[in-house]
């Protein structure tokens, strides 16, 4: 049971989750967390943050703080058991998506009119439908590309497991090394289509050098 409440959230960042519903946060400084106005009760002055890398939130407002689960909780107001359900339930369609976006890529869509088939089938016909998740794909892919790029560069250059400790990010793992490129390409100038291309552009591993020069 515990390790199937952690592949659930991670399979639903915390912070992924609060946009996706229309949070809107704030870089706090120079550190890794994001502020904004908390969702659990009404104020004027943000004091919600939310840590990318721990996946927790705390409110300094009213107190309250905890993981995915415990916000689904308090926001809509159901038993732990109903927030997990209420969870598996909302990843659903957006595994189904990204399973019918890999389905049009593998097909090469605008080039095999077999591909507009197989997406019929599966019940995605519109068009702006297709497009939106076309892209959220694209972007999901050069995401974990470039995490696994990074990754490998340690074997040329070994001071970057040090290095992604110092500034937070812990162990020199798949994993982590994925958090740190997907907190750096946020900072990335670029929307729609254009991020997927900013992204597999980046060199991270030479960030993490420059993050290191900086320090010294």
Request: hydrophobic letters at 35%; aromatic letters at 10%.
């Amino acid at each position: 049971m515990g390790e199937d409440l952690e592949r659930l959230k991670q399979r639903i960042p915390l912070l992924e989750y609060l946009q996706r519903h229309h949070w809107t946060g704030h870089r706090a400084g120079a550190r890794s967390e994001f502020v904004g106005l908390c969702p659990l009760h009404e104020e004027t002055h943000p004091s919600f943050y939310v840590n990318p890398r721990k996946n927790l939130f705390y409110c300094h407002g009213c107190g309250r703080g905890g993981d995915l689960i415990r916000l689904v909780e308090l926001w809509q107001h159901l038993s732990f058991r109903q927030s997990v359900t209420y969870l598996q339930e909302e990843l659903a369609p957006t595994s189904q998506l990204l399973e019918h976006t890999s389905g049009f890529y593998q097909l090469e869509l605008h080039r095999h009119p077999e591909g507009i088939h197989y997406l019929a089938q599966r019940g995605v016909h519109d068009p702006a439908l297709i497009e939106e998740h076309e892209t959220e794909y694209r972007n999901l892919s050069s995401l974990y590309r470039a995490a696994s790029e990074t990754f490998a560069a340690d074997e040329k250059e070994p001071r970057l497991a040090g290095i992604l400790a110092s500034i937070g990010f812990g162990d020199w793992t798949l994993s982590n090394v994925y958090s740190f490129v997907y907190d750096a390409s946020m900072d990335l100038d670029a929307d729609g289509r254009a991020l997927a291309t900013e992204i597999e552009e980046t060199d991270y591993a030479g960030s993490l050098v420059a993050a290191l020069d900086d320090t010294a």
